[in-house]
C-alpha cells in the first residue's frame, strides 16, 4: 500500500495536464514534506502530521483544478464535484442498460426486429440527455436557492487505494467483470428463457442449440478466463506486455469462433431467423451478419490496440 502522500499525489497528478505533472509532483511532495517537517517540530508525530497536512491541503480534485487553472463551476461552485461525481455515475450505465433492454425487448416483441439496434441507440442518447438535463437542473436549484445537502467533508480516508501510475482502478475491473459475468450468465439462460415464444408457447433459442456440443461451453470458458485476466489487471493496476499477450490471446479466442460462425450461418438458431420474416430474408441476414462481424472485429482491433498503447506508455 502507498503511503498516504503517494495517494494523495496520485490523486492529484491524474487530473493535471500530462506536460505539467513531473513539475506539479515535484512542488506537491516538497510543499508538503515542509509542512509536515513544521508540525513534527511542533511534537506531531509523522503519521499524525502527515494526515493533519493532507487534510488541510483539502479535496485533490480542487487542488489540481487550481493547478491547472480550472474553475470546478458549471452552474454554481458549492456543488460542482458532487454533481460531476453523479453525472459520471449515471452516464456510465443507466443509458446502455436502457438501450439494451428497448432493443431486446423491439428485437423480441416488436413489428420491426431489423430496427431493433437503431431504437435502442436512439432510447440510450435521449435517456443520456435526459439525465444530464435533469441532474443540472437539480443541482442548479440547489446551488442557487443555497439548499444545504449536509454533504461530509472531504478526509484523507477517501483516497484510492493505488499508486500514481495506476490505469486499471476498482471501478473499471468491477464494471468488466459484471459484463463478463452478464454474458456468461446470458448463453444458458437463452436456451431456457429467450423470451421468444415458439408457435406452440414453448421458448426459441436465440442461439443455434446444436452449438451447446462444443462451441458454447467453449466460449463460457473463453469468457471465464477473461474475468481472470481481469483480476489479473487491477491487481498488476498497469498494463504490462505480458498483459497485453495474454489480452490478445483471449480477445481472439472469443472473436474468432464467433466470426466464424455468423459468417457460416451457425451462430443463430435457424428456427430462431424463420420466426421473423424480415430476419429470414437473405439479404437482411447478411446485413446482420456483416454489423455483428464488423462489430467484434472493430471491438477486438480497439481493446487490443488499446492496451498496447497503455503498456507502451508505461516503458516509455
Not at 85 to 94: D, E, G, N, P
Not at 163 to 185: E, K, P, Y
Amino acid at each position: 500500500m502507498s503511503s498516504l502522500t503517494d495517494r494523495y499525489l496520485a490523486a492529484t497528478l491524474r487530473a493535471v495536464p500530462a506536460a505539467r505533472r513531473e513539475e506539479i509532483a515535484t512542488e506537491l511532495r516538497g510543499s508538503i514534506e515542509d509542512m509536515i517537517d513544521g508540525r513534527r517540530a511542533e511534537g506531531r508525530d509523522p503519521a499524525t502530521a502527515e494526515r493533519e497536512v493532507l487534510t488541510e491541503l483539502g479535496n485533490p480534485a480542487q487542488l489540481a483544478a487550481r493547478y491547472a487553472d480550472r474553475r470546478l463551476q458549471l452552474i454554481g461552485p458549492t456543488y460542482y464535484l458532487a454533481w460531476e461525481r453523479l453525472m459520471k455515475l449515471l452516464l456510465s450505465f443507466v443509458p446502455a442498460t436502457v438501450g439494451i433492454v428497448v432493443g431486446v425487448l423491439e428485437a423480441t416483441d416488436g413489428e420491426n426486429p431489423g430496427g431493433a439496434i437503431g431504437e435502442g441507440i436512439a432510447t440510450g442518447l435521449q435517456t443520456a440527455i435526459h439525465i444530464a438535463f435533469w441532474v443540472t437542473l437539480v443541482f442548479a436549484v440547489l446551488e442557487r436557492t443555497n439548499t444545504s445537502l449536509n454533504l461530509p467533508a472531504w478526509t484523507v480516508d477517501q483516497l484510492p487505494e493505488d499508486h500514481v501510475n495506476r490505469q486499471i482502478t476498482l471501478v473499471d475491473a468491477a464494471a468488466a467483470i459484471g459484463w463478463l459475468v452478464l454474458v456468461i450468465a446470458y448463453l444458458p439462460l437463452q436456451h431456457f428463457r429467450s423470451f421468444v415464444p415458439t408457435d406452440d408457447g414453448g421458448n426459441l433459442p436465440l442461439l443455434d442449440p446444436a452449438l451447446w456440443s462444443f462451441w458454447l461451453p467453449f466460449l463460457m470458458a473463453v469468457l471465464a478466463v477473461n474475468v481472470g485476466l481481469e483480476v489479473a489487471k487491477y491487481r498488476a493496476g498497469r498494463w504490462t506486455w505480458p498483459l497485453v499477450a495474454a489480452n490478445i490471446v483471449v480477445d481472439l479466442a472469443f472473436a474468432v469462433p464467433v466470426v466464424w460462425l455468423m459468417w457460416t450461418d451457425r451462430l443463430l438458431n435457424p428456427a430462431f431467423v424463420n420466426r421473423w420474416e424480415w430476419l429470414s430474408r437473405e439479404e437482411n441476414l447478411n446485413t446482420i451478419a456483416t454489423i455483428v462481424i464488423a462489430g467484434t472485429v472493430l471491438v477486438v482491433l480497439w481493446d487490443i490496440a488499446d492496451s498496447a498503447i497503455k503498456a507502451y506508455r508505461n516503458r516509455h
